[in-house]
């Protein structure tokens, strides 16, 4: 049912699990898993520099070290590390799973309340309204 699933990560503790419920729902299906982070940038001042708190180096260690317990699972893995615009995680995220057909989308909650979610505004949340497809949120 879940031949190609998405699985979103970033730094938070719930990336870990996001990916042990996306290599189980791989083995279950015989699926392959896309492991996407997004590295948000926010433009800085008049001149319309960008600036993100994380380095290519560490965005790409995080997705290596993912894909790599994915395929030391037995698990086709593939790596995708993407820049994007603070705020735009969400449509992203739903855009990358559109662009591999996946099946799910599988993320981490960072776990807001219900009162933070509305003032800071949840990626998930936002995931969930515009994807056309399942959404697993991972807590």
Do not use: C, N
Not at 47 to 68: F, I
Request: proline share 1%; charged share 20%.
């Amino acid at each position: 049912m879940f031949e190609r699933i998405l699985a979103a990560i970033d730094q938070s503790d719930a990336a870990g699990r996001v990916i042990a419920a996306a290599r189980e729902m791989a083995e279950l299906s015989h699926g392959e898993v896309w492991v996407l982070h997004l590295r948000e940038r926010e433009v800085m001042g008049r001149g319309g520099g960008m600036y993100s708190a994380e380095s290519h180096a560490d965005a790409g260690t995080l997705v290596d070290t993912a894909t790599g317990k994915l395929a030391a699972a037995g698990v086709t893995a593939h790596s995708v590390v993407r820049d994007t615009l603070f705020g735009h995680a969400a449509g992203e995220i739903v855009d990358e799973a559109r662009a591999h057909d996946a099946g799910v989308i599988v993320m981490g909650s960072r776990g807001h309340g219900d009162l933070a979610g509305l003032v800071v505004g949840s990626t998930a949340h936002k995931v969930i309204h515009l994807s056309d497809r399942p959404v697993l949120v991972v807590r």
